[in-house]
């Protein structure tokens, strides 16, 4: 079941970004319905290793959170994908910033948006990728 104010109050607070209300709305029952994006910058630091850790366990032992970036190190409105597994903490990357554009100004709002890992990918001599469904809570 689909919480309907929240889809509304997400739509009509993109709208206000210079969107069009259809185009708000189409983003917003994105969002609710869970939106597959895919994480950049997985191969700074010991990303790879943690993802490469990562693998060891269910999806369902990954808790997947975005939190904003507010150091302003990259840009200002940067989405960082962190993994939590048992307990510990990785930062494993970055939203695009196509998406993180956005998506950034739904969570400045107060939505509170629900990350899930997706699926791991590469591998193999690759470096490894990561997809999350993102949803509103």
């Known amino acids: ?64 959170s975005l939190e904003r970036n507010t150091t302003g190190y990259f840009e200002d409105d940067a ?6 597994i048992r307990g510990k903490s990785y930062c494993v990357g970055y939203l695009a910033s196509s998406v993180s554009g956005w998506l950034s100004k739904v969570m400045d709002f107060g939505t509170a948006l629900k990350g899930a890992l997706k699926q791991i990918v590469g591998g193999n001599g690759l470096y490894y990728g990561l997809r999350i469904n993102a949803k509103i809570v």
């Not at 209300?21 to 943690?50: D, H, N, Y």
């Open 79 to 84: 989405i960082e994908v962190l993994a939590t």
């Open 1 to 64: 079941m689909y919480n309907l104010s929240e889809i509304a109050r997400t739509a009509n607070k993109l709208a206000t970004t210079g969107l069009t209300k259809s185009q708000a709305f189409k983003r917003s029952w994105e969002l609710a319905k869970g939106k597959i994006l895919v994480v950049k910058g997985v191969t700074q630091g010991k990303r790879q290793t943690a993802i490469d850790h990562m693998k060891q366990y269910d999806p369902s032992e990954v808790t997947i």
